[in-house]
């Protein structure tokens, strides 16, 4: 309530918030969280949480009058329709050269993401968080991040025979004749709840279009796995539709915190100030970076460094389709969880997810989500009363340049070419969006070596801020082990003195 006082405060429920609350928690620290999406814990009047990728309703997206599909077009027409303004699960947020795709609400991206579980491979770690020990990142946190997200891997021999990854097939045997490296991914899906899907003896979510807005069904979000570990400890409260806006030292030690109440249609109800020992930046590598350039421009955290703001990137995000031959139908059952993905990193600097399309009909289209060595870097700053980011559209050739080093090939030795009508009419690059944002308050920079903010003890970063704008293959696992790295040493050295 206002005026409380709170031992630890996390700014945001998503990967990095998720670890802290849970370590804090059985640490003995109590926890509030404070989260601007909603809970997605309440049925519609459809008696579902989530609605389909493929009918976006007024839980699609945040705070917007028109849906703002990734695939803006299909066969030559746009498939945006009008909603609703309401506080929604996926947030497609603007910049002047880029459309950064977020989830909002307890769980954060785990509410929409794909749920790929990669852990990059360990020869490439070093140019992702060069000042963190590999050997501890191995040897302990990823299998302990891995571990409590619950990953695992799609049974070889059902994905060989299953209609849902016919779309998968293809995509293997057209990268393998092609000479690249195929690979399956693991992910956070119950891989047994789909082959009940399948079999008809469950209710459908993969197979019935679910992801991008929320799945009913099957995904381990973080709501079954850290949070709900933190919330049985009876530590940890949480406090949808807040929106913290300031942080600025107390003048009796500690943090002050204004946070604002949000109706669903995102209008502010209430102003809130609580007093915190420590407060977790956890609101997403854009939140948090936006929360500090402001608190640094604005005065109310002023020794904060000049690194605040700085090394933010697109994870080298671009996609594109492929149009295949009728001989090689991807499908018109396709699961929507990507099990599978081309590992060119060390030959072409790309890491291809082999994506599916569920429109429900055959497309005769294979689609992927490519994660490039993109080496551009982008810089937030504060102006005219707002935080903007300066990425540029044209900052992601590199990346197309990548990708075509694997689709140029598998085109001119099958004998296909690249669909031009899914991002608009002729536009073959997906190269206005990314999923995987990361930086803006880089680790050992604007941090330490553990994410302690240089300038104002007691706080901290814990989400994919620290993280320098590319991780070499889908983020989240990532995300999750450097923040169990770091929340454990946070405990042991500033809160058991
Ligand atoms: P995250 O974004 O998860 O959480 C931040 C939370 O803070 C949000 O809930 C937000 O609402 C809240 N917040 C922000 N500002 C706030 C404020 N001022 N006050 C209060 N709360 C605030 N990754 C991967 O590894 N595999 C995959 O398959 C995919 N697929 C994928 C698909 C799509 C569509 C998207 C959008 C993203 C992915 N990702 C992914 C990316 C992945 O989801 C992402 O990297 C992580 O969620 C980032 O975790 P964080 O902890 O950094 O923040």
Known sequence: GNGAHVPALVIGTGYGGSVAALRLAQAGVDVHMIEMGMAWDTPGSDGKIFCATTAPDYRSYWLRTKTKQPLSNFLGFPIDREIPKYTGILDAED???????????????????????????????????????????????????NTGLGVGTIDPAWFDTTDCYQFARVGRKHAQRSGFPFVFVPDVYDWDYMKREAAGTATRSALAGEILYGNNHGKKTLQHTYLARAKATGRVNISPLHRVTSVSAASGGGYTVVIEQLTTSGGVTATKTVTADRVFFAAGSVGTSKLLVKLKATGALPNLNSEVGKGWGDNGNVMCGRANHM??????????????????????GVFAEVAPLPTGIETYASFYLSITKNPNRGQFSWSGGKVDLNWQTAWKQ??????????????????????????????????????????????????????????????????????????????????????????EKIIAADLRP
Not at 124 to 129: K, Q, T
Request: glycine share 14%.
């Open 95 to 145: 910049f002047s050269g880029i459309t950064v795709y977020q989830g909002r609400g307890v769980g954060g991206g785990s509410l929409v993401n794909g749920g790929m579980a990669v852990t990059p491979r360990r020869e490439n770690f070093g140019a992702v968080l060069p000042s963190v020990n590999a050997d501890e990142m191995y040897n302990v946190y990823y299998p302990r991040a």
């Open 327 to 348: 001989w090689d139908p991807t499908g018109a059952l396709q699961s929507t969880i990507p099990c599978s993905g081309i590992d060119n990193w060390a030959a072409g």
């Open 398 to 487: 590199p990346a197309i340049d990548m990708a075509k080093t694997i689709f140029d090939k598998i085109n001119s030795k099958e004998g296909t070419i690249y669909r031009t009508d899914l991002f608009g009419t002729y536009k073959i690059w997906g190269d206005h969006l990314t999923y995987h944002p990361l930086g803006g308050a880089v680790l050992n920079k604007a941090t330490d070596n553990h994410g302690r903010l240089h300038g104002h003890p007691g706080l901290y970063v814990i989400d994919g801020a620290l993280i320098p704008g590319n991780t070499s293959v889908n983020p989240f696992v990532t995300i999750t082990a450097l923040a169990e790295r770091n929340i």
